[in-house]
Nanobody
Framework: QVQLVESGGGFAHTGDSLRLSCVAS????????MGWFRQAPGKEREFVAA????????YYSDSVKGRFTISRDNAKNTMYLRMNSLKPEDTAVYYC?????????????????WGQGTQVTVSS
């Protein structure tokens, strides 16, 4: 049974930093490209960042490029999202997801497994 569990969300002020974690179980972690998505109230779920199986390649949405950093530790079955310079528009539920193919890292439908999400709220 594949399980992805996010943690690290919470409240922050503009300019603060948070680090999200996603722990995977029931899956051969290093076989999967991983991604972070987010969904704000009343909006579609959107791509945030993705990382290849070996961490050699990373992808970011334009809205977070330069502020967020995605990483993974295959030995710990864990992926991270370091979020710096947070803005109120970063407020959303953040989801981690796993994709065995990794050919289209920004495409939500390509991800087979999803976590339950962790809330990030940024106030001004």
């Amino acid at each position: 049974q594949v399980q992805l569990v996010e943690s690290g969300g919470g409240f922050a002020h503009t300019g603060d930093s948070l680090r999200l974690s996603c722990v995977a179980s029931g899956v051969t972690f290093f076989d999967y490209a991983m991604g972070w998505f987010r969904q704000a109230p009343g909006k579609e779920r959107e791509f945030v960042a993705a990382i290849s199986t070996t961490s050699l390649t990373t992808y970011y949405s334009d809205s977070v490029k330069g502020r967020f950093t995605i990483s993974r530790d295959n030995a710990k079955n864990t992926m991270y999202l370091r979020m710096n310079s947070l803005k109120p528009e970063d407020t959303a539920v953040y989801y981690c997801a796993a994709d065995q193919l990794g050919t289209r890292p920004t495409i939500l439908d390509d991800y087979a497994y999803w976590g339950q999400g962790t809330q990030v709220t940024v106030s001004s």
